[in-house]
């Protein structure tokens, strides 16, 4: 473990390195950032904008991360497996996305269609008369950004939220998350190394550790907006504190989702023992500790629907028991499924639960779709809230109107999924369905399943709350916009004029020209 | 009068139009709205959304629209110009401007463009591979738009947010503002006859009167965002209820903006009676009255810097006194003004304030920069809060470093402007001035004045806290980009998909395909 720590090391709030395989510290980390720390490293990250401007240096520094953390795989991988148990497939994987993402970011800054360039020349005819505006995006400055338990590459130090704000010439500061701190460590070593190679100053990219700390970031005069992903609870709160500011901020969380699954009677007819494999095979990946972990599925109540729960039992009863990222989040499991399978006409045709004193099995809970759609208000409405951990519940519905009523209760998601017969696929008649789940999701998709997320343009990943507390993705090449704002500037002088707005177009950036596109 | 009560009378709590002229009552336009009549306005608001989803109706309503409030014209001059003594020449250029915005949002949703549609077809080679994912944008629902008092069309119930947000596909609740309630309901009489025109039910443009009833409104779990403009103190309060909401919605709020302005030295030395003339001409439209009215100048403490203040001080001594939008508003002008002219070192070349009891004068308050400049605390800090009317203050400089102290303690702002000398223009020399103003606004002005906000697509109206709650614009084309959220739909069969995202593109959209622009 070469890690630097970036927090001085004190004795009085230690931050461990913990083995959730046998739940023992490892090593001590670094220490909590008290607020002199905080402030010290927003700071550092907001005298480092000047050496983001340049869009040339931002993407080369972004290419040199990607390969120098590919460099240090061995070490990163090993690191975060002793503290996730996410198994080194899994996050050889990871860090293979998290580098394509720094890279994929790296052209888009290239290309410069994110800067949104618009040129309006004076037109004396238009009501007012408009005269020479030219408008672009900058950077809102320093981000705070916070990692989340379940993906100590890709969601974390150097994630999507830290790729999409350095991208858009924001510094951040780094909340680490409790999970994976010696990672958290590691990760922002290499970043900082790459960032020296360009001469930008090792405070562009900021770290610390402890709740305080976090909560302390977001009240900070000179952040200017942040990310998040984890919880309801705790992003709630954050949220909370964001919008309470003098100066509120735009605050991006990804706090939880249910990630509904709607089987058509036909497409159960057709295919039960598929989707039922499929099923286990999306809700057990990464021990079901995905935000996009499909948690309520709607099956028919009828013999094609108990074809499904039974495929769905038989692929379950093979998958291994799991460790959880922390033991923490075991006991929550653990608590929440009991819970979960004592309310009245909820069965368990495999019992998920504590297999030993560190690991997990997978399991299903199944309901009868009335408990649901009868109002709010009862004790089963529990079954609406995201339980963390490898376990889905199968709603049992009669018909249409039932399901319908059960999408009607549910709150907002990332994705929501449609599984439909081909007959339904091919001539369109499912598409009312699909009309039907796009309200209740960023990401719907079509006899798939939803984990697994995509780096590209094309991608959403945010949905209605509490999926998401604003309308933007943080995955994918628009998650940049989450750190912009647009400036005019208005008869301004070529001379004055920022190369990206002057006619001439220097820099080659794609624009849209007195209502026509270029480039 | 025409206009058709939409809530009904109640003695309880009656709406009156009030003549600012005289102070007395017109008539009683309507009753405030109780929890139950902000409930059915809601309900019908949402029931109407199917009848936007077709963007060819939803832009013929909108031409509609235009076409209507220009035929009545006349009467709704009239009503707004008795109950906001804007004058009748203001608010026919009002009314044009309003009607050219709808039409230019009616070009927009013809376009499609801000449907934002982003193709990505399958790639194997991506890490991890890329399924095939279609995304755009869809209507977040209802709408509510907080009515401006100075501008009783343009930014009010036909105004750009209800423009905006029905041309997004969103119908609208709008909360008339209580000083020209008798033109809310006259206008939105306008509107509900045109929508009837394209089988667009009434209730797509709701109206709601009294303070209750907007509080309610901003919390009523079927608005979907909302947008303000006005006063710090009010769009503060419902921005943290929307905030505080079960379920936070976005909040685009306009709240309150000094509009800096710096004036160099080679530029007073150049054409410091050009200036002062210029400057009191923008501060002085609409009797102050303007979200952009330049309310401080930073001006040099020299002979030329005299001279401006001079010309500012005779071109103010021609300005007749005017009629503000109502008493309360000329209270706490007038009041305003007292307080801080009694600073000390505060002077008042033009004295401004009440010359009977009914108009208000123009005039010019100066400060040396030291007292500004020298940290946070003093009394004269007021003098970095916006007055409403007809006052600028002068903050006379004695060199760049006074006048950046005083530019560092700004709060955001809307806009800021520049003057500079024809020297500074071509040689470039001022674009370090204009770097240092940009992070102060949306919308930096070199060498004009910031009054006059036009309806561009490069327009942006909205800057850093407490500018705008966000980082939208409110006017210019991407004001509708406020009311929408992205959908991605991945694997989706052809059949199912919506037009908007189908391969051979039946709409004619313009789109992204796998990285390339086309149309």
Redesign the interface.
Known sequence: MSAIPTTPASPEVPVWSVDPRTGERREQVAAEAGPQTVDAAVLSAHDARGALTDRSVRSAFLRTAAESLEEAREELVAVSDAETALGATRLT?EL??T??QLRAFADAVDEG?FLDV???HP?AT??????D???YK?P?GVVAVYSASNFPFAFSVAGGDTASALAAGCPVVVKAHPDHPATSEATVAVLRRAADRHGIPAGVVGLVHGFDAGVALVEHPLVAAAGFTGSVRGGRAL??AA??RP??I?FHGELGSLNPVLVTGPAAAERAEEIGAGLAASMTMGVGQFCVKPGLVLAPADASGDELVKALAQSLADVAPGVMLDHRMRDNFVAGLAERAELPDVEAPVSPGATDAHTVGAGVLTVPAHKLADGAGGAHDLLLEECFGPVTVVVRYEDQAQADAVLDRL??NLTATLH?SAEE????S??DL?ARL?PL????????WPT?V???????H?G???AT???S?SVGL?AAERW??????????E??LPPELRDDNPLGL?R?V??R?E?
Chains 1, 2 share one sequence.
């Open positions: 994987g293979a996305r580098c394509y269609a618009i040129i309006s037109d238009a009501t007012p008369p408009i005269p505006l030219r408008r900058v809102l949220f909370d919008a309470a100066v509120p735009p709150p907002g439909v696929a091919a001539t369109g499912a598409a699909l796009t999701a960023g990401r719907v998709l079509v006899n798939s697994g995509a780096v590209a343009p094309a991608q959403q945010g209605p709350y509490p507390t604003s309308t993705t628009t912009l704002r647009p400036v005019a500037y208005q008869n301004t002088p001379a004055l794609p849209v007195d209502g596109r480039g």
